[in-house]
């Protein structure tokens, strides 16, 4: 007893700030009346999202019940480190929207906004005047596992805007921007950000007017872009015959990277000029590897402006109208991409681009350190060498559950 004793002792001291941290909750069965220490019971939540915010210290949590919720947050609580950030998540296996109306923005973060966490709450912009969630100058803040819905009200805007050292994780990023006869600058984005070291991974992106995620206007250097499907971004009969409809645009800093990406069904429906997969206008060493590009109107990837020491490594390029890559860039690594030839996807109409035994890019991409996995999240290599696109073939996923060890079958 003595001994055990002991080791909760330690694991409560060593667990710092967090050993204390609450959890407080919200539900549209609650009361603003509640004070917040009733609010740590599930009885007697609060009823707004952001009163319940107004409860939160660095490290707490608030869980928020089932509904749609009304309201633009403007202010919220910083977390210390990531360690001990603030929490704001959807009840376990539960559904929660915020969806203002006649607001500007659903989230609106300020300069000292940081190591704030968002998971599982949905966004719907639709209500706004410029769409879902203003990263601004914030920095360290994550959102994950949620549906984004985009104004169609702005001419120029994005569905999440600005930020630094933030992650976007598992989120559903479409609409807005489109509106009826669309002219300039009627141009919205999944993601736009002048700011540096962000990570968009694992996220589906369609259906927005122009560009899927713009890297512009800032230092914004060593910026993430993994993993992720970027899809159906094309429109036709517009008046802006400006537009480039583009997966990703890469037009600053040093460093940015795009790996194990899926884009198909990009550019205008005419098939003019300007639409690309990817698209890296200015910047220094750009990295793009291991990205499946389907069925583009015009080039699959382009590189401009004698953009210097940009890398194009291990891409499939299949089915662009014009061409694979448009080089205009200085000093370019172009090599062990397959272009030209069927990569043999399993059903390239249904949105299936793995590849299939006996593909010719099985085994024949050159080994990155950087990229140990697929898009799947299945270790590459499988094989004597990687795989060429965002698929490694045959690989195991890491998140399946591992086959049981350590028993025996006694037969009496």
């Given at each position: 007893m003595r001994k055990l004793t002991f080791l909760f002792l330690c694991s409560f001291a060593a667990s710092g700030g967090v050993a204390h941290a609450a959890t407080y909750y919200v539900a549209k069965t609650g009361s603003n009346g509640n004070q917040c220490?009733?609010?740590?019971?599930?009885?007697?939540?609060?009823?707004t999202v952001a009163?319940?915010?107004?409860?939160?210290?660095?490290?707490?949590?608030?869980?928020?019940?089932?509904?749609s919720y009304g309201e633009?947050?403007?202010?919220f609580v910083a977390g210390t480190s990531w360690d001990n950030k603030v929490r704001i998540a959807a009840y376990p296996n539960e559904t929660v929207w915020l969806a203002p109306n006649g607001t500007n923005y659903v989230l609106s973060f300020r300069v000292n906004d940081r190591f704030i966490e968002l998971d599982g709450i949905n966004m719907d912009g639709r209500g706004t005047s410029y769409g879902p969630v203003l990263l601004g100058s914030s920095s360290f803040i994550r959102l994950k596992n949620a549906e984004?819905?985009?104004?169609?009200?702005?001419g120029n805007c994005a569905n999440i805007c600005g930020g630094s050292d933030s992650e976007l994780i598992k989120l559903s990023i479409h609409g807005g921007g489109r509106g009826g006869g669309c002219g300039t600058p009627c141009a919205n984005y999944a993601f736009y950000t002048g700011g540096s070291n962000n990570i968009v991974d694992g996220c589906d992106i369609y259906d927005v007017s122009m560009q899927g995620i713009q890297i512009y206007n800032g230092p914004a250097s060593n910026n993430i872009i993994r993993n992720n499907r970027i899809h159906d971004i094309t429109r036709s009969g517009d008046n802006n015959p400006g537009a480039r409809f583009v997966g990703i645009?890469?037009?600053?800093?040093?460093?940015n990277v795009a790996y194990n990406n899926v884009f198909y069904n990009i550019g205008r429906a005419d098939g003019s000029s300007g639409n690309a997969a990817i698209?890296?206008?200015?910047?220094?060493?750009?990295?793009?590897?291991?990205?499946?590009?389907?069925?583009?109107?015009?080039?699959?990837v382009t590189i401009t402006n004698a953009v210097p020491n940009s890398v194009v490594q291990n891409n499939i390029f299949a089915g662009s109208s014009t061409g694979t890559l448009l080089?205009?860039?200085?000093?370019?690594?172009?090599?062990?991409?397959?272009?030209?030839?069927n990569p043999m996807f399993v059903d390239s109409g249904a949105g299936n681009f793995r590849l299939q035994a006996g593909s010719?890019?099985?085994n024949a991409a050159t080994s990155v350190p950087m990229v140990t996995s697929d898009i799947d999240g299945a270790t590459r290599p499988v094989g004597g060498a990687p795989d060429i696109g965002a698929y490694e073939y045959g690989g195991a996923d890491p998140s399946a559950p591992a086959a049981p060890t350590g028993f025996r079958i006694v037969v009496d």
């Open positions: 220490a009733q609010a740590r019971f599930e009885t007697s939540a609060k009823l009163d319940g915010i107004g409860c939160l210290a660095a490290g707490d949590t608030l869980l928020v019940r089932a509904g633009d947050i403007k202010s984004i819905i985009g104004s169609p009200n702005a645009m890469i037009a600053s800093g040093t460093n698209t890296v206008y200015a910047g220094i060493g750009t990295k793009i590897w291991y990205n499946t590009i389907q069925s583009d109107s015009h080039y699959g080089d205009q860039g200085n000093g370019t690594t172009r090599d062990h991409n397959l272009e030209g030839t010719p890019a099985v």
